[in-house]
């Protein structure tokens, strides 16, 4: 456990160099100007698709029979949509599934979603800290 604790800490650095050069580099290939001209559609389908993966997860997580607030706090940590997606933008870019202008959508959609994580799952882990209180 000592050793573990003594490797991440010697990793968190490098770590945080990867998280903003992940960050730089999709700020590269997203168009701005996309954003500015469809920022309603782009907004709404990023807060569907937190809403709606929260939802989804939770509801899974019920069916299994976890607490509830375990189940939306889970649900809002698995809620962004995953890096994964920017390689399946650029495969369907790539291959013609997918056109210009709906490839900057939805690296826009993922970029921004990933962003608005912090903020989405702040009440659901306050919610879970005050029913921990009550226990």
């Known amino acids: 456990a000592q050793q573990a604790h003594w490797f991440h800490e010697r990793l968190e650095s490098f770590r945080t160099v990867l998280v ?25 389908c990023v807060a569907l698709a937190l809403v ?13 029979r976890r607490p509830w607030d375990e189940s ?15 390689v399946l933008a650029a495969v369907g870019l790539s291959s013609g599934l997918v056109g210009q202008s709906g490839y900057q959508a939805t690296l826009l959609i993922i970029f921004l979603a990933l962003l608005a994580a912090p903020l989405w799952q702040r009440p659901f882990r306050q919610m879970s800290s005050l029913a921990e209180g009550r226990n």
Not at 52 to 59: H, Q, R, V
Not at 72 to 86: C, D, K, Q, V
């Open 72 to 86: 939306l706090r889970t649900g809002a940590l698995l809620a962004p949509i995953g890096e994964f997606s920017f």
């Open 52 to 64: 709606g993966n929260t939802i989804l997860n939770s509801l899974i997580l019920r069916a299994l």
């Open 20 to 44: 903003a050069v992940f960050f730089v580099s999709v700020g590269l290939i997203v168009d701005l100007s996309y954003l500015g001209a469809h920022a309603p559609v782009v907004l709404g």
